[in-house]
């Protein structure tokens, strides 16, 4: 799911390239939606590229290509939402299933985290996954679904079943999951810069992002990761 400013953005870049052949400027772009810098427009192009709808072409300035377009059939249905039902988790559980063991917990699967994901889209519950006692320690905790390739030298890939605990500050060098300016959610290393806030990827294809101190809430830090091999 894309916030509507980067729905918006990614349809002005394909729509530009469809009619010219060519991506249109930052100041284009800026000018479109109606924002007040250029930096809002790299932000969006960023988290774009990172969850693979757009790529940057070596050697050209500015130049963009379009990889693909979000589904229409499900525009409308936030990720969290579609087709969820208060049944559907407790009904796909067999009768006769134990009940977890004392050195296991039951944490809430609340959806898909990447790069600007809408944090509409993490706080309803998807699911319920069984979770190790000794990967969690005291507090409130959740399950995240990776999306992407942004922090694969983190060694989190996409498809891994991260977990975090719920807090609202981190040091610097730690995973967390940030809120950026009250509205999308990224799972990243925070490095705190004098008064700055750096986001930094774990894949050097991707760019660190710097914000003020009032741009970015943590929302948890990452504590464990599980994944499943097919």
Do not use: C, W
């Not at 059939?73 to 063991?101: L, W």
């Amino acid at each position: 799911m894309l916030t509507r400013k980067q729905h918006e953005l990614l349809m002005f870049i394909h729509e530009r390239i469809k009619e010219t052949g060519v991506s249109p400027s930052f100041d284009e772009m800026k000018e479109a939606l109606d924002l007040a810098s250029k930096s809002g427009i790299h932000r969006l192009i960023t988290a774009l590229e990172e969850r693979g709808f757009i790529r940057r072409l070596a050697h050209r300035a500015r130049a963009l290509e379009v990889l693909k377009l979000p589904d229409q059939a499900t525009a409308g249905a936030p990720r969290g939402q579609a087709g969820f039902k208060p049944g559907v988790i407790e009904g796909g559980r067999p009768a006769a299933s134990p009940e977890p063991a004392n050195d296991t917990r039951e944490l809430p699967l609340l959806g898909k985290i990447a790069a600007g994901t809408p944090i509409a889209a993490i706080q309803h519950e998807r699911d319920r996954l069984i979770v190790p006692e000794s990967m969690l320690g005291a507090g409130e905790h959740y399950v995240l679904e990776i999306e992407g390739d942004s922090m694969i030298e983190a060694g989190i890939l996409d498809g891994d079943m991260v977990v975090i605990k719920r807090v609202d500050t981190a040091s610097s060098g730690e995973i967390v999951v940030a809120l950026v300016e009250g509205e999308e959610a990224t799972l990243k290393r925070l490095r705190r810069k004098g008064a700055s806030i750096a986001l930094e990827p774990a894949n050097r294809a991707y760019e660190t992002r710097i914000f003020g101190p009032d741009q970015v809430e943590v929302q948890g830090k990452l504590v464990g990761l599980m994944r499943r091999y097919h």
